[in-house]
């Protein structure tokens, strides 16, 4: 009885002693490999920058035998505070898995009308398996989270910092020198093109640090120069012989955009404030051509005029006290729109009515104003400033242009008080209530001087 017993126990050990070494041999036929994954820009706000992946493909023989991509653009999609999150700049994003290759073009070339590419990483084998170690490691909650930031952090630029990872530094060592063909904000703008909304915020909110030329490197995460960018960098074979060889191969197209590409620039925020610009100039002369006679018409212009102007600046202001990105706190358009011209409004609205008061503070700002302007214009020409579009800049100087202008052929039609005597009109600043209970206008002209 105890033979047997020996002999099953003997068997049981030799059949799991040869199950581990079948498994053995068929993981070492197993070849790591890792794909750079990337996506064409889609119709969809979100999906206008292009997006990259990295797969980790277990190969046998040349055939994959399962495919796994990691993806770090992904967020609570539904959260309503995640507009105000980005620009607090505390938007959490995460690295997680959509599955194998065919899910992840699904997704993204079908679902979203994408292209969708896949070059393969020319990585040593010890190279190939650390990375598809630290993909697997990331993805675990508590490791996958970081704050999106969208010009140092998000899914491309974290690609990137992973191969750079693997390799020493080398792929900062060798773009970061280089200088990319776009600023930021041109590369935003075409992101923006055909959503007006977030193009006019983006030419208002975007500070002056979008407006440098990228670096090799941060130019080499749109996703679109990924693919050219990485081929210039050539590394040892992976076979361990010949001649070193290009980071990743030649793209291969895994689905195509059904539809034309997405339009590459649109002028819609140029024509916009250019209109505003030409339509406040052409009714501003209109009106300076009717004073001193006639304030209504001048009313009319400043009073929408200071109001938007006043507007775009506390919105500005508003933006970069709240926000926590230094790129969105550099802004010049505060010295272009600033929120102090809402002072006019009061004024503006008498003026609107036929009253021809003017404090005395008005043409002093005014004069202010038009200075301002003068010296932005002349920091753009001379280098120091360098915020575009510069169609803003030509918008707030017809602003300031009218600001001085208006008050000013105004006051030349207002009589002279006397020597050694001031009026409470002279010096009083503008009621917040707008001043409904001062007499219509001052006396023609000829009563005063009869007076």
């Known amino acids: ?3 047997h017993v020996l002999a099953s126990l003997l068997c049981c050990c030799l059949a799991l002693l040869a199950a581990g070494a079948r498994a053995q041999t068929h993981e070492e036929t197993l070849e790591t490999q890792i794909h750079l994954i990337t996506m064409g820009p889609g119709d969809h706000l979100y999906t206008r920058g292009g997006h990259a992946a990295l797969m980790v493909a277990r190969i046998r023989d040349g055939v994959p035998q399962d495919t796994r991509v990691y993806n770090y653009g992904d967020t609570d999609w539904d959260d309503p505070w995640m507009v105000w999150n980005f620009l607090r700049g505390r938007l959490v994003f995460f690295l997680s898995t959509s599955y ?9 070339g079908f ?6 590419y896949r070059q393969r990483v020319n990585l ?5 398996q650390e990375v598809a170690q630290r993909l697997a490691e990331g993805v675990e909650p508590g490791k996958r989270e970081y704050l999106l930031h969208h010009m140092k952090a998000v899914c491309s630029t974290k690609v990137l910092d992973m191969l750079d990872g693997v390799l020493d530094g080398r792929l900062r060592a060798e773009l970061e020198p280089k200088t990319g063909p776009l600023t930021a904000r041109e590369y935003q703008q075409f992101g923006f093109s055909g959503h007006h909304v977030a193009a006019v915020a983006a030419d ?4 002056r640090m979008h407006d440098h030329k ?5 130019t080499a995460a749109v996703p679109w120069h990924m693919r050219e960018h990485l081929q210039t960098i050539m590394v ?3 076979a361990g012989e010949g001649d070193p060889v290009p980071l990743i191969g030649p793209p291969m197209s895994l689905v195509e955009r059904q539809q034309p590409p997405v339009k590459e620039q649109d002028w819609f925020t140029h024509y916009l404030w250019g209109g ?3 339509l406040f100039l052409f009714f501003g002369i209109q009106a300076y051509r009717k004073l001193p006679r006639d304030p209504a018409p001048a009313g009319e212009v400043l009073f929408p005029v200071v109001l938007l102007s006043g507007l775009v600046g506390f919105l500005i202001l508003t933006f970069v006290v709240l926000s926590t990105v230094r790129e969105f706190q550099e802004n010049e358009l505060l010295l272009v729109f600033p929120p102090t011209d809402w002072l006019l409004l009061p004024t503006a609205r008498r003026w609107w009515k036929g009253k021809r008061r003017l404090p005395r503070w008005v043409p002093i700002y005014g004069m202010v104003r038009l200075g301002v302007m003068g010296a932005v214009v002349v920091g753009h020409l001379t280098g120091v400033l360098y915020q575009k579009p510069r169609i803003l800049v030509l918008l707030g100087l017809v602003v300031a242009g009218l600001l001085f202008a208006l008050p000013r052929r105004l006051g030349q039609g207002q009589p002279q008080s006397r020597p050694g005597k001031k009026t409470a009109e002279d010096d009083a600043a503008p009621p917040a209530d707008g001043g409904d209970d001062e007499p219509a206008g001052e006396p023609p002209e000829e009563e005063a001087a009869n007076a």
Request: charged content about 25%.
């Open 124 to 128: 040593t084998p010890d190279q190939a």
């Open 214 to 218: 990228l670096d090799g490197f941060k």
């Open 100 to 108: 194998d290759l065919a899910s992840t073009v699904d997704k993204y």
């Open 276 to 278: 505003l610009a030409a």
């Open 236 to 238: 040892p074979n992976p």
């Open 111 to 116: 679902k979203q009308n994408r292209s969708v």
């Open 1 to 3: 009885m105890a033979r």
């Open 204 to 207: 208002l909110f975007l500070g």
